[in-house]
């Protein structure tokens, strides 16, 4: 080529399978260092790291290391995050400073995925989604944008590693999960279970 690309700069971080959410100025992700699983902030045009939120768990799996997995969410002033051992955290995205936060898991007695916690955060209205854990309960969880309360759970299937998405169907908003055995569809407001179609790995 006769302009290759050329690096502007590099920056190493901690271990994890998180991608980045660019918004403006700022990279985000989410990184393990150590005992500290970190969202962390860059700046786009140095690389220079500009804050880091830190959650004192580690989550390790043989086949896919250490680190968180998910990548973080952003909407409006803040940031969404959800660990690879279902911290949940909802940041300022110019400070890192914490406005709440939930562990998703513990608090819903749900185990935790083989690989870990993998689905980003969906956020829409006043509304932060996030998947559960490895039992038949709690598929879906919501929880309110501004206070981190929870505003509804639904479902009766084992989650997966895919992230929610809000999508129209039949002109009806819906939040779809693909779940460990199934596809289901939920009321963004109440999270009743609109449609599930069940899927399998058997031929």
């Known amino acids: 080529q006769s302009s290759p690309p050329r690096e502007l700069w590099r920056q190493p971080i901690g271990s994890g399978w998180s991608a980045f959410a660019v918004v403006g100025p700022r990279a985000i ?16 045009r140095t690389g220079r790291l500009l804050w880091a939120h830190t959650n004192h768990v580690r989550f390790f799996q043989w086949q896919g290391g250490a680190g968180p997995r998910a990548t973080p969410t952003v909407d409006r002033d803040r940031v969404f995050a959800i660990g690879g051992t279902g911290i949940l955290d909802c940041l300022e995205v110019g400070t890192g400073r914490r406005v709440w936060s939930r562990d998703v898991l513990k608090e819903h007695d749900l185990p935790n995925l083989l690989w870990g916690v993998s689905g980003s955060p969906l956020v829409f209205d006043d509304t932060v989604v996030v998947t559960g854990g490895l039992t038949n309960r709690s598929t879906v969880l919501a929880y309110h944008r501004e206070t981190g309360q929870p505003v509804w759970q639904s479902g009766m299937d084992k989650a997966s ?20 055995s199934s596809l289901t569809g939920h009321d963004p407001a109440t999270g009743i279970l609109l449609l599930e179609h069940p899927w399998s790995l058997d031929k």
């Open 29 to 44: 992700t989410q990184e393990q260092h150590g005992e500290e699983e970190w969202v962390s902030c860059y700046e786009l």
């Open 161 to 180: 590693y895919a992230a929610p998405i809000l999508a129209t169907l039949a002109g009806r908003r819906v939040v779809l999960s693909v779940n460990a």
